[in-house]
């Protein structure tokens, strides 16, 4: 019985011992707010991280969306099946890459526009590699920012440079300036070509493959830059070519027809002699196809090394080549010309609305090539290169002209010394921001230092662009039609025979 009352009470105290330690009521009820109140407070900081990381999100894709507005100008049109129509270039390597070389004339690239490429120059002195031929890659080193301004030695060839330094004077060269009765004058009025019969038969074997065909023939004849062989010349060189078995001509067989067909006017047999009576000092060079394969393999390297559409530049200027003797020089200048209401560039002439505008020339670059080294003299000079700001008045030091390049050409900024087979690059326009061409750039001024010992020999290639995009889309269009209209015309005149040809070749 005591056994069973202390047995009791020991569970009374126990329990009792144990109620103290339980909670309240209302303590269960606190401890549940107190997890809602943390779950609240890990809630709004995940929502404070994914809303900062939208925000970013959001930042980058308008940031990106801008850039590609900027980047690609007014004149990036696309093709209907909304691909655009700049060509596509690998750029892994960050250098410019050879654009697709190899091809004819595409008549449907000319109704197409697209945005213009231009290189950066990073700073004064800085070297990158381009690449413009196969297997190979060249050397280009910025000379200036203001203009922006790039050299690049080895652009040509020893043997290329011959070959259009030949064909120039092929062509004939044409100065403005007549002859003086003196001796020097008689001296440098002697004949400026002596071309063996072999030089004439390799400028005229397009494809260099030792044997002379009729189509080689009548594509030289029918060049747009004119013909440097006479119709009775093509007539007879034509006949023999006829007459031979296999309807080719090899060196041999060429040199006896040539040879006839020179002898009226010929003073020593198998060479070519020019019978101008002025010093002549500039021609054009037509690079499109029937041209010689140097001249367009020329402009295929401007393609690539500018990185523009090639149907742009296949619509630019033919190349000039001119040729500076003892004392010839050319005071500084802009190859281009400032875009303003009143006038109209003279290349897109054709889609303009009125004739009553002035002319201008409208080129976005200048690629200059060295054909000869120069004994002393004849420097390339930019007066004003890199000067902090532009004042005309600043053209003027001590009363000499800057741009008098006979009196002042060792005091212009920035000269380069003519070396056989560099090229020069130059833009004449700044950008307008948007992908196009914009004002001209001043500080492009630039002119020729008189030679002083030797005969200095250059080319010239000009890249023209309307600073109207809509004029230069507009002209694009227009050249397409008219090739397209005279594509069968064409194909007339190749099936004609050699009796058929226009007397004024």
């Not at 109140?37 to 930042?59: D, E, G």
């Not at 690239?109 to 060249?138: A, C, K, N, W």
């Not at 500076?324 to 303003?340: P, V």
């Not at 309307?466 to 227009?478: E, F, K, N």
Request: charged share 20%.
């Amino acid at each position: 019985m005591d056994d069973a009352q202390e047995d009791l009470l020991e569970h009374e105290d126990t329990d009792i011992s144990e109620k103290p330690f339980l909670p309240p009521y209302n303590v269960p009820f606190r401890s549940t707010r107190l997890n809602i109140q943390r779950s609240n407070v890990c809630s709004r900081a995940y929502f404070v991280v994914v809303m900062v990381f939208f925000h970013v999100y959001i930042l980058n894709v308008i940031a990106l969306l801008l850039y590609v507005h900027y980047n690609n100008g007014p004149g990036d049109l696309v093709n209907g099946d909304g691909a655009s129509s700049a060509p596509v270039i690998n750029t892994d390597s960050g250098l410019p890459q050879p654009a697709p070389s190899g091809r004819e004339l595409h008549v449907e690239d000319y109704s197409q526009s697209f945005s213009l490429h231009r290189m950066e120059g990073i700073r004064v002195g800085h070297v990158q590699r381009v690449s413009i031929v196969p297997d190979r890659t060249h050397e280009m080193k910025t000379l200036s920012l203001k203009p922006l301004l790039f050299e690049i030695p080895g652009f040509l060839s020893e043997e290329e440079c011959r070959v259009v330094v030949q064909l120039a004077q092929l062509k004939g060269l044409m100065d403005s300036k007549a002859a003086t009765p003196s001796q020097e004058q008689a001296e440098l009025n002697q004949p400026l070509l002596s071309l063996s019969t072999e030089e004439v038969f390799s400028l005229l074997d397009l494809n260099q493959d030792g044997f002379l065909q009729k189509q080689e023939i009548v594509s030289h004849s029918r060049s747009r830059d004119g013909t440097w062989l006479s119709p009775d010349n093509l007539r007879q060189i034509l006949s023999g070519l006829e007459a031979s078995p296999t309807e080719m001509l090899t060196l041999g067989e060429f040199r006896r027809v040539y040879d006839v067909s020179q002898r009226p006017r010929q003073q020593r047999t198998g060479s070519l002699h020019s019978h101008f009576k002025q010093r002549n000092r500039h021609t054009w060079l037509f690079q499109g196809p029937g041209s010689h394969h140097v001249l367009q393999t020329l402009r295929k390297r401007v393609i690539a090394l500018t990185r523009l559409p090639s149907a742009l530049i296949e619509l630019s200027e033919p190349l000039q080549v001119s040729r500076y003797e003892h004392g010839d020089f050319t005071n500084a200048h802009y190859d281009s010309s400032s875009s303003q209401s009143e006038t109209t560039c003279a290349h897109t002439r054709l889609a303009g609305n009125t004739s009553a505008l002035t002319e201008v020339s409208c080129r976005y670059l200048t690629v200059l090539f060295y054909l000869s080294s120069v004994e002393d003299g004849g420097e390339s000079t930019f007066p004003v290169a890199d000067n902090r700001t532009y004042d005309e008045r600043a053209l003027v030091q001590d009363g000499v002209d800057l741009t008098d390049t006979q009196q002042a050409c060792g005091k212009g900024n920035l000269r380069m010394t003519p070396t056989a087979g560099t090229a020069l690059l130059w833009y004449n326009h700044l950008s307008d921001g948007r992908g196009w061409m914009g004002e001209l750039d001043e500080y492009s001024l630039h002119g020729d230092c008189p030679v002083k010992r030797g005969v200095k020999w250059v080319a010239d290639s000009w890249v023209n662009v309307d600073p109207d995009h809509q004029q230069q889309a507009r002209y694009q269009r227009l050249v397409a039609q008219r090739h397209k209209a005279k594509s069968s015309m064409d194909d007339h005149y190749q099936s004609l025979s050699h009796s058929d040809l226009h007397l004024d070749l």
